[in-house]
Each structure stands twice: as C-alpha cells, then as structure tokens.
C-alpha cells in the first residue's frame, strides 16, 4: 500500500532487456567435421542471407553462428568454417527432403560445424515432428519497477517484477526494405511551448497543456525509402500515465508544396494491464496512400494537437 507521504503520486519506470542470448531457447544438434550434403538451394537461403547466398560473414565462434540463426525468424541450420574464413552460413532446410544428411569434411582436413535446430525445423518440416521443451521461446525480458514518491523518495523501488515474453526474432531486414534513418529516423521538430514561443528541434521541454503540438519528422535510412501505406506506431511514456481519445486525427505535412501527403489513418489502443486497462497510450498510424515515399532527404513531418493530443494531468 502506498503511505501518506507519497500523496497518491507513484512513478514507473519499465526497462525492457534484450538478452543477446537467443541459443539456449532453442534445441540444438550438433555435428563436427561436416557438411549438408547439398548446396543451399534458393528457396533455402531467401530469409537468412540471400544476396551472400545464405553467408552472413565471419562471426567470433560456433556459439555465435548459433544466435545469428537464432535472430532469423526462418532460420533452422546453422554451418560454421571453424578453422578457415570463420564464416557463418545460414539456410531454412524445412523443405529438405533430407535435412540431417551431412557429408564429412575430415578428409579434407576441414573442421566445419553444422548445427540444426530441432524446434524449428523439425516443427517446420512435413516429415518431421517436434516434442521437446523448446517450443518457441525467447528470453525478452520486461523488468518493472514501481518507485516512491519522486520528491521525497527519489530512489526508493517499492516493489520490482520481471516477466518472459512471448515473441519471435524478427528477419533482418534486407538491403531493400523500408528502415528508419540510423541516427535520426524519427525526431521531434518545433512546436509551441506554454509561453507561446517557438522551440528548436530536439529542445522540447513544455507543451501549452490548452493546444499541445508536436512536430515528430519522419526519415529513412540510405537506399531504403519508406513507401505510402506503411505502419507506424507511436508509443507514449510514461505508459500508465497518457490516456488518449479514442478519436484520432494527424496531420501530415510534406516535406515541400511540390509533394503531397495525404490523409493519415490513425487508431489509439493501450498496451499496459489493469488498472489502467482502459487508457489508450499507442498509436498505431498507416502513412497515407498518396504520399511520396519517404527517403534520406525527402522528410515528411506529422503534427500532433489539440484535442486529439491531451497531455497527461499526472506524470514526470
């Protein structure tokens, strides 16, 4: 229970840690000195590293080609060059009709690893079928710390909590999809401050609570545009404390008069639990359908405001 002194104000802070130690979610089997007996085909390497054809370079150990697999959603063999380049290969062998069959590589004095991985090609594989205590899982963890009063107790946790998601590596994204620019992808423009005054880019402190507006530009990484109907979604912190309308409306405005933007399609939801099951503090967004595609230089910005932005009343 919360004591007197904290006056009803609470602070949470949520860490969420990505581990980098995806292998020992997954059953392995591991054979030394050998080789799939047949090269990679195409359709074996489209989702792991198809412009290398399936190579993802030098890594530092066996143990490392292992989490490169794991971080690739379709990726279920692994084959690493132990004592020549050091290269890590990687392929999807579910349509295989002899994934395990290897060849030995000792007679060429060779000491090549190849690891497959049980849960997900075996769960992958028509012939194949998986039962073992690996199903899927992925050390994401979320730890969540409820702190004291901020003025009072700054420092102070009351309690403390970690929770395992469930998720799924995504696919590394390959040289032509849609990425956000490395450094500044996403930023935060000018906008209006309590006093009626312009503020810099990235300097924003205060928002008129009457018409709050924020500028947040919308930039692409080299060589990887973000094209119209796109999805974006804008998560606002602290979670326990925004709480969204359920009407939504964005402006979008182009990054010169010579193009065009469009209509932004836009819905609030919540991703936080009780009790604050009810309070909307994501937006999920589709860039519009006539839009000019988003890239290095050319920067769309969307405008958040008014009553369709309400600022927390509580929060730090």
Known sequence: ???????????????TRFS?????QHDWLTRYHAVPAYPFAPQ???????????????VASASACKEECSKRKFCNVAIYHADTDYHCRLADFSLRMSPFQTVDTRAINRTDITMFMLDRLNSSHDDLAYDGPHQGQLNVAVDLWSMN????????????????????????????????HLTDGLKILAGADAGGSQIGEGALKQLDPVDPEVLIRLRAAPGAPIRPG?????????????????????????HSTLMSCGLVMCSPSSIVTGPWVAARNTIRLVLPEQM?????????????RGRYFPLPSQGF
């Not at 198809?50 to 370079?57: E, K, L, N, Q, R």
């Not at 999805?231 to 939504?248: G, N």
């Not at 000019?292 to 958040?304: D, F, G, K, Q, R």
């Open 1 to 15: 229970s919360w004591s007197k002194a904290c006056s009803g104000r609470y602070q949470i802070v949520m860490f």
């Open 20 to 24: 980098g130690n995806l292998v020992s």
């Open 230 to 254: 796109s999805s974006v979604k804008l998560i606002f912190w602290p979670l326990t404390q925004w709480d969204l309308p359920r009407e939504c409306a964005i402006d979008c405005l182009p």
């Open 292 to 304: 000019a595609p988003i890239t290095e230089l050319v920067m769309h910005t969307l405008s958040l």
């Open 44 to 58: 074996e390497i489209q989702h792991t590293a198809p412009s290398t054809w399936g190579d993802v370079g030098p």
């Open 149 to 180: 009063d901020m003025n009072l107790y700054p420092f102070g946790a009351i309690e403390a909590s970690e929770a395992v998601l469930g998720a799924i590596a995504g696919l590394t994204p390959a040289a032509p999809d849609p990425r956000w």
